[in-house]
């Protein structure tokens, strides 16, 4: 685990005026534009395990990701063409018949400031695609998203193609959005239910196994 | 509540309304009422594609009322007929419809984008409201407009329609919370970030609409009297909001609106989807034994019970999944518990939110049938 951080420590506390006045004066003072990027993801680790404990609710998750995203916004611009370390790879869609995107939204923030790479698919989102990006970028993660019942049979249609494509056992699929439960991905044939996007988190982390 | 219609309704209307009112009393009926929420599932039930469904309030409650009669002994509705349309009315955004939008056979949704943006808040301090509103409305929202003078008018056709077969429609009408409208006009997102951002100017356009809002749920009650009115909660969820943000832009808004609803007579139902474990406790400084809690199988109802015996009823939560994708033995079993956990009393069974399109007709049939059985 790194060591906690004043910039880590400002976003994890939700001082959004402190974590971007600290990323102008590491960088005014030369510090390493990915050295503080990881400070930020810090304090997204920070945020991610008040959720988890009940401290913080959804609406800090938001706040946080948009703070992360807005103090690291001049850092991603410096960075742009170099590597950076990601710690895999996520493909996400909501599925077909389904045009809710904010849960969908909240889980590509998320998992970003967490350092995995998305490959947002968008909404309703057919299984050819899903298909087609697990070819295109090897996932080690699908994650699907929905807000309602209709679509269960487009997620459990999309795992199928997966699997007809001899690609079920590269990839974890998870689940989640309003109604979807245990139940729901037991039907749908889905490998984890993540009942909030940080859920989804700790679960993708788990998998790639730094969580 | 009371009677809804000016004929003499049948004896069996008689005592499925005496079964809620001693329900929502707290009080132990002869056995657990049932009310149900429906509306593309009623589409499916009688064989209408969700395009046929939509296109006239009139298919629309027949064939809400055709699955009532389909079910078996359901005590009460909560909606008469349905125009999806009108939701926008509710979140401010325009809803995609089947055999409009949408394919036929599609579920309608809403489309929500950032409609209104941030100096919208500071026009509706300088505008009013209202006329800020109309202005919004006569963009947007068209069609939802439409829908809602549908559904005045054919209220007062169907509802004794109901009345007659001794089906009591127990919620027809909505008082609406200020946050959800400035929600979905804005995104949960964006207006979420407004809450941290620009606190102060969120509360005064709330306080604003308040001030139209309380006299409008007054006028609503007064008019049409002593039945059960929706006072909903979504994105206002104890689940979605930090302690401190819920107490200011949440609680004290819903809890005058319950007051007032009340105050004049009508019964509360509280229908509120997501979350709400955490303020559980809060009911309690509502108006004993006069608010129906509508849960929607994320809250536990178990524990709300707990709290809530003796104060408030309960209504819900069989999940809405479980009626999807579960079996018949799963329904029974999950109703047993309910039966005997959060009834027999102050309880009434139901679906958590609504029956979902594409929930078995066997496993709603279940959740029907299971008050018979203890």
């Given at each position: 685990?790194a060591?906690m951080t004043?910039?880590?420590?400002?976003?994890?506390?939700?001082?959004?005026?402190m974590?971007?006045?600290l990323?102008?004066e590491?960088?005014a003072r030369?510090?390493?534009?990915l050295?503080?990027?990881q400070e930020?993801?810090?304090?997204?680790?920070?945020?991610g395990?008040r959720?988890?404990?009940?401290e913080y609710?959804l609406?800090?998750?938001?706040?946080?990701?948009?703070?992360?995203?807005?103090?690291s916004?001049?850092?991603q611009?410096?960075?742009?063409?170099?590597?950076?370390?990601?710690?895999?790879?996520l493909?996400?869609?909501?599925?077909k018949?389904d045009?809710?995107?904010?849960?969908?939204?909240?889980?590509?923030?998320l998992?970003?400031?967490?350092?995995i790479?998305?490959?947002?698919?968008?909404?309703?989102?057919?299984w050819a695609?899903?298909?087609?990006?697990?070819?295109e970028?090897?996932?080690?993660?699908?994650g699907?998203?929905?807000?309602l019942?209709t679509?269960?049979?487009?997620?459990k249609?999309?795992?199928?193609?997966?699997?007809?494509?001899?690609l079920?056992?590269?990839v974890?699929?998870?689940?989640?959005g309003?109604?979807?439960?245990e139940n729901?991905?037991e039907y749908?044939?889905?490998d984890?239910?993540?009942?909030?996007?940080?859920?989804?988190?700790?679960?993708?982390?788990?998998?790639?196994?730094?969580? | 509540?009371?009677?809804?219609?000016?004929f003499?309704p049948?004896?069996?209307?008689a005592e499925?309304m005496?079964r809620?009112q001693?329900?929502?009393?707290?009080?132990t009926p002869?056995r657990?009422?049932?009310?149900?929420?429906?509306d593309?599932f009623?589409?499916?039930?009688?064989g209408?594609k969700?395009?046929?469904f939509?296109s006239?309030?009139?298919?629309?409650?027949?064939a809400?009322l055709?699955?009532?009669e389909?079910?078996?002994?359901?005590?009460?509705?909560?909606?008469?007929?349905?125009?999806?349309?009108?939701?926008?009315l509710?979140?401010?955004?325009?809803?995609?419809?089947p055999?409009?939008?949408l394919?036929?056979?599609t579920?309608?949704?809403?489309?929500?984008?950032v409609?209104m943006?941030q100096?919208?808040y500071?026009?509706?301090?300088?505008?009013?409201?209202s006329?800020w509103?109309?202005?919004?409305?006569?963009?947007?929202?068209?069609?939802?407009?439409?829908?809602?003078?549908?559904?005045?008018e054919?209220?007062?056709?169907w509802?004794?329609?109901y009345v007659?077969?001794?089906?009591v429609?127990?919620s027809?009408?909505?008082?609406?919370?200020p946050?959800?409208?400035?929600c979905?006009?804005?995104t949960?997102?964006?207006?979420?970030?407004?809450?941290?951002?620009?606190?102060?100017?969120?509360?005064?356009?709330?306080?604003?609409?308040?001030?139209e809002?309380r006299?409008?749920?007054?006028?609503?009650?007064?008019?049409f009297?002593?039945?059960?009115y929706?006072?909903?909660?979504?994105?206002?969820a104890?689940?979605?909001?930090a302690?401190?943000?819920?107490?200011?832009f949440?609680?004290p808004?819903?809890?005058?609106?319950?007051?007032i609803?009340?105050?004049?007579?009508?019964?509360?139902?509280?229908?509120?989807?997501?979350?709400?474990?955490?303020e559980?406790?809060r009911?309690k400084e509502?108006p004993?034994?006069?608010?129906?809690?509508?849960?929607?199988s994320?809250?536990?109802?178990?524990r709300?019970?707990k709290?809530?015996?003796?104060?408030m009823?309960?209504?819900?939560?069989?999940?809405?999944?479980?009626l999807t994708?579960?079996?018949?033995d799963?329904?029974?079993?999950y109703?047993?518990?309910?039966?005997?956990?959060?009834?027999?009393?102050?309880?009434?069974?139901?679906m958590?939110?609504?029956?979902p399109?594409?929930?078995?007709?066997?496993?709603?049939?279940?959740m029907v049938?299971?008050?018979?059985?203890?």
């Open positions: 685990m060591e004043d910039l880590a420590q400002a976003l994890g506390d939700l001082d959004e005026a974590a971007v006045a990323v102008e590491k960088l030369g510090l390493e534009p050295a503080i990027l930020l993801q810090l304090g997204m680790n920070l945020v395990e959720f988890e404990s009940g609710y609406s800090e998750l938001i706040y946080g990701a948009d703070i992360f995203q807005k103090a916004a001049p850092l611009e410096l960075l742009q063409g170099q590597a950076q370390e990601k710690l895999g790879t493909v996400l869609g909501t599925v018949n045009i809710h995107d904010f849960g969908k939204n909240i889980v590509a923030t998992m970003r400031a967490n350092g790479e998305v490959v947002d698919l968008g909404v309703d989102v057919d695609a899903f298909v087609q990006a697990i070819k970028h090897q996932p080690q993660l699908v699907m998203s929905c807000l019942t679509a269960f049979d487009a997620m249609e999309t795992i199928q193609a997966i699997e007809a494509a001899g079920r056992d590269k974890t699929i998870l689940v989640g309003g109604p979807v439960d729901t991905r749908v044939g889905a984890r239910y993540c009942r909030t996007a940080q859920d989804g988190v700790s679960a993708a982390k788990q998998v790639l196994g730094v969580g | 509540m009371q009677e809804q219609a000016t003499t049948p004896p069996l209307y499925r005496q809620l001693t329900a929502i009393a707290c009080g002869d657990v009422p049932v009310s149900l929420v429906m593309s009623a589409a499916r039930t009688m209408l969700l395009s046929e939509v006239s309030v009139d298919v629309a409650a027949q809400m055709g699955t009532l389909k079910l078996g002994d359901v005590d009460s509705i909560q909606f008469a007929t349905y125009a999806p349309d009108v939701l926008g509710l979140w401010l955004a325009p809803v995609k419809v055999g409009r939008e394919p036929d056979d579920q309608w949704q809403l489309d929500e984008q409609r943006q100096e919208d500071g026009r509706i301090l300088d505008m009013g409201w006329a509103l109309g202005e919004y409305i006569g963009k947007y929202l068209g069609a939802a407009v439409t829908a809602a003078q549908a559904l005045a054919a209220n007062p056709r509802v004794p329609e007659k077969r001794g089906y429609v127990l027809p009408l909505t008082v609406d919370h946050f959800e409208h400035l979905g006009a804005r949960v997102k964006e207006f979420t970030l407004d809450l941290y951002r620009i606190p102060e100017k969120v509360q005064a356009v709330m306080d604003l609409i308040m001030v809002k006299e409008q749920a007054r006028q609503l009650v007064r008019s009297g002593p039945m059960g929706w006072v909903g909660s979504w994105r206002t104890p689940e979605f909001l302690p401190k943000l819920w107490d200011r949440v609680w808004y819903m809890k005058e609106l319950v007051e609803v009340v105050e004049e007579g009508g019964t509360p139902i509280l229908h509120y989807d997501a979350n709400w474990d955490r559980i406790p009911l509502l004993p034994r006069r608010c129906v809690l509508a849960l929607d994320k809250t536990d109802i178990f709300a019970k709290i809530l015996a003796g104060h009823c309960i209504l819900g939560d069989v999940p809405p999944g479980l994708v579960g079996t018949v799963e329904v029974r079993a109703c047993r518990r309910l039966l005997s956990e959060v009834g027999p009393d102050g309880y009434i069974m139901a958590g939110c609504a029956i399109s594409d929930a078995k007709f066997e496993n709603v049939k279940a049938d299971s008050v018979h059985e203890v």
